[in-house]
């Protein structure tokens, strides 16, 4: 198919976290986590002393590692690297953003719920559904 991106099949890809400590420790409960031999971890955990830049760098990394499929990301957090999850537009690895225990999800700032939204009425307009 013709101007489908391809998606690299793997035997194993790894989740990224971008939270806050309870949400990263609930996923690294679960089995999420991962440390390479050279000690990079696949999970940042964002506190009062955690910069932008540091998000922000780790987002880069993140989405930019052959290995990780989907980068998990803390609403709140996104809000604050918003210019850099509203340009990511790549399928792999894939942007979620999710809620946190103090900052409930808000789907007006979800990019990729917008783009979804935006598809969907770019498709009812284009098949004269409305």
């Given at each position: 198919?013709?101007?489908?991106?391809?998606?690299?099949?793997?035997?194993?890809?790894?989740?990224?976290?971008?939270?806050?400590?309870?949400?990263?420790t609930?996923?690294?409960?679960?089995?999420?986590?991962?440390?390479?031999?050279?000690?990079?971890?696949?999970?940042?955990?964002?506190?009062?002393k955690?910069?932008?830049k540091?998000?922000?760098?780790?987002?880069?990394?993140?989405?930019?590692?052959?290995?990780?499929?989907?980068?998990l990301?803390?609403?709140?957090?996104?809000?604050?690297?918003?210019?850099?999850?509203?340009?990511?537009?790549?399928?792999?690895?894939?942007?979620?953003?999710?809620?946190?225990?103090?900052?409930?999800?808000?789907?007006?700032?979800?990019?990729?719920?917008?783009?979804?939204?935006?598809?969907?009425?770019?498709?009812?307009?284009?098949?004269?559904?409305?």
């Open positions: 198919m013709a101007g489908r991106a391809q998606i690299a099949t793997k035997s194993s890809a790894l989740i990224a976290m971008i939270a806050d400590e309870d949400t990263v609930g996923f690294l409960l679960a089995g999420v986590g991962n440390v390479d031999l050279r000690r990079k971890t696949n999970y940042l955990i964002v506190d009062s955690t910069t932008v540091a998000i922000e760098d780790a987002f880069k990394e993140f989405t930019t590692r052959e290995d990780i499929a989907v980068v990301i803390s609403q709140y957090v996104a809000n604050m690297i918003r210019f850099l999850a509203d340009s990511y537009n790549k399928p792999v690895p894939a942007i979620l953003e999710i809620p946190s225990k103090d900052h409930p999800y808000d789907p007006a700032h979800d990019s990729v719920l917008s783009r979804v939204k935006y598809l969907f009425s770019a498709e009812s307009v284009a098949s004269g559904r409305r």
